[in-house]
């Protein structure tokens, strides 16, 4: 077993004060959420105490439409993981559509991920704790994601939506509250970004019409995220023999307590039937570079763990790979 590249030992250590905002391209939303992400930091006692990074994730000419296209799903992960080697502590998105993967983003990032409709059903709950009925004006497209349905449950909500498709003015958006408040909605949430700057203008509406960004820059900065919990992982550099590593695999499979296919552990592994190998090349530390590059290939990868063998069962390191799985 050998120790994880210093490459990774040195990635900065996540500051507490520090958040990664993903915003869109320049717009009245984005600036609306970062304007009041600023009163939130400054109300909290001691202005200037967070470090704030804001990333756009490429330009919008270079994304579907679509927001669940694999291309915006890994530009975002891909500003994820460049936030977590800057050392930031909490990533933010104040973005409706990413709600649609949020849980599959959650699960694959190496740093806390901030959820805004959490922030939502959180502050709902407090805030407004006889609201059943909530109404939502949002987009069909994301009417379609069910976001709302997941974080706002039935019996304990019902989720109401506007019948028809406006533009984002504020007449628009004042007809759309009005049909919600008719329909019996006993609080209203502006389901897209480029409507909630427009909240203040509506006017008077007969039920209260929340403000997400408010809410959310609230409850990042008063909030202490744990870190997700680490998947355990394996990396194995194999190949020497091929059939070698084959067998060590099965003898994973076959030692580890599993009831399901899910129980199992995540192994990546490294083939390499070229690592030099013979009576030229007898001993392991004769090989250090060809393995250290690939040490460093499992170990960007955020494997625990790395095991090296070869059809000779040689000891590295003082390990023997097969003593852990006999």
């Not at 939502?136 to 974080?151: D, K, M, N, P, W």
């Not at 009005?178 to 006017?203: D, N, S, T, Y």
């Not at 202490?224 to 067998?247: E, H, M, W």
């Not at 009576?279 to 392991?284: D, I, M, N, T, Y």
Request: proline share 10%.
């Amino acid at each position: 077993m050998f120790p994880l590249p210093r490459s990774r030992d040195a990635t900065p250590q996540p500051r507490e004060r520090s958040l990664g905002v993903i915003s869109g391209p320049e717009s009245p939303a984005s600036a609306d959420f970062r304007q009041k992400l600023t009163q939130a930091t400054g109300a909290q006692g001691q202005p200037g105490c967070f470090d704030i990074v804001f990333e756009e994730p490429v330009s919008s000419a270079a994304l579907d439409t679509n927001t669940q296209s694999a291309a915006w799903k890994l530009s975002l992960f891909d500003v994820i993981g460049s936030f977590a080697a800057r050392g930031v502590g909490t990533v933010v998105i104040p973005c409706f559509s990413s709600h649609g993967f949020m849980g599959e983003l959650k699960a694959n990032s190496p740093l806390p991920i901030a959820d805004m409709l959490d922030a939502l059903h959180t502050h709902v709950r407090s805030h407004f704790p006889a609201a059943r009925r909530i109404g939502i004006v949002t987009s069909a497209h994301l009417r379609g994601q069910g976001a709302f349905e997941r974080y706002f449950p039935y019996p304990n909500f019902e989720i109401l939506y506007h019948s028809e498709e406006g533009n984002d003015s504020p007449q628009a958006f004042r007809k759309a509250c009005a049909e919600l408040a008719q329909q019996g909605a006993q609080l209203i949430i502006p389901g897209l970004p480029e409507l909630i700057p427009l909240v203040p203008q509506i006017g008077p509406v007969s039920v209260p019409v929340i403000d997400p960004h408010r809410i959310y820059a609230q409850y990042v900065v008063s909030q202490t995220l744990p870190p997700p919990q680490r998947r355990f992982k394996i990396g194995v550099l194999g190949g020497v023999g091929p059939a070698a590593t084959v067998d060590f695999l099965h003898k994973v499979v076959r030692n580890t307590p599993a009831h399901r296919d899910q129980d199992h552990l995540q192994v990546l592994v490294e083939q390499n039937p070229q690592i030099p190998v013979g009576e030229r090349l007898p001993a392991p530390r004769q090989r250090v570079i060809v393995l250290c590059a690939l040490f460093r290939c499992l170990g960007y990868i955020d494997a625990e763990r790395i095991w090296h063998f070869d059809s000779t069962n040689q000891e590295i390191n003082g390990v023997v790979a097969w003593e852990k799985f006999p």
